[in-house]
């Protein structure tokens, strides 16, 4: 890390792209992060709330990271055509920075990909994750020819899990993880495509009836907060946390 503070990269980046062409709701846009949203990415990673559950806590608080991160990603969208970490935007009452969606190369799993997010506070318990995580698994199997796509999450993460369930991603169990270990799901087309008709509230409530009956009742008083306030999609990246490109 003391390489990347001491030498920050100086190339030019170009101003935000347009929306996505896949990645449009009536809630939700997407787009290509760029230099201009350096302070926007900064601001949102200083929020505490938002980090409590990341499983990669990387130092996005931290402009030269910051600078750094946005100049991997304009590679990663070079070289990895149709994957990326995207900017968010909720429209809904007007315009907001909402934080990120993504879909990325697996660094443990080479030729693999996972789906994830990260999102502020102010998109909680909004449904977004939902929404996002709907987008991105469309894209993923429908414009990208995807075989299945993973989602991670940190253990405690009650709500991540229940998203990925209700989008119909299969638990596979505590996995090692970027030095840790981390809940992880998987998801096929085939899957998805049977299960992407059905209402998002059915599937939401069949997943959190699964939770409970799998995992009985929580004791943890933090981990049923963030169950309730919480909004995170499928797992990091469903995970709220996926860490930077490398």
Do not use: K
């Not at 698994?137 to 429908?142: I, T």
């Not at 998002?200 to 959190?208: D, I």
């Not at 009985?216 to 999609?233: F, I, K, L, V």
Request: charged fraction near 20%.
């Amino acid at each position: 890390m003391s390489t990347v503070l001491e030498r920050p990269p100086t190339t030019a980046l170009p101003a935000p792209a347009a929306t996505l062409p896949w990645a449009c709701s009536r809630r939700l846009t997407l787009r290509e992060f760029a230099e201009p949203d350096h302070d926007a990415l900064l601001a949102m990673h200083e929020e505490p709330r938002l980090r409590a559950h990341l499983v990669d806590d990387y130092p996005l608080h931290v402009s030269a990271v910051v600078r750094l991160f946005l100049q991997r990603l304009a590679r990663i969208y070079r070289e990895h055509e149709g994957l990326g970490i995207w900017h968010a935007s909720l429209l809904e009452p007007q315009p907001t920075f909402a934080g990120w969606f993504n879909l990325m190369p697996m660094a443990e799993r080479p030729g693999e990909v996972e789906i994830g997010s990260r999102l502020l506070p102010h998109a909680w318990g909004s449904g977004l994750a939902f929404e996002g995580g709907e987008m991105l698994l469309d894209h993923a199997f429908d414009d990208l020819g995807l075989p299945h796509v993973w989602g991670i999450c940190h253990p405690a993460n009650r709500s991540a899990r229940a998203v990925m369930a209700a989008l119909g991603f299969e638990p596979l169990g505590l996995l090692p993880y970027d030095g840790g270990m981390a809940s992880h799901h998987q998801i096929d087309m085939n899957a998805w495509r049977a299960l992407r008709n059905i209402p998002r509230g059915t599937r939401l409530r069949r997943a959190l009836r699964s939770q409970v009956v799998s995992a009985g009742r929580a004791t943890d008083p933090h981990e049923d907060n963030a169950h309730e306030q919480n909004d995170p999609p499928p797992g990091p990246s469903g995970r709220p946390d996926h860490r930077p490109p490398r």
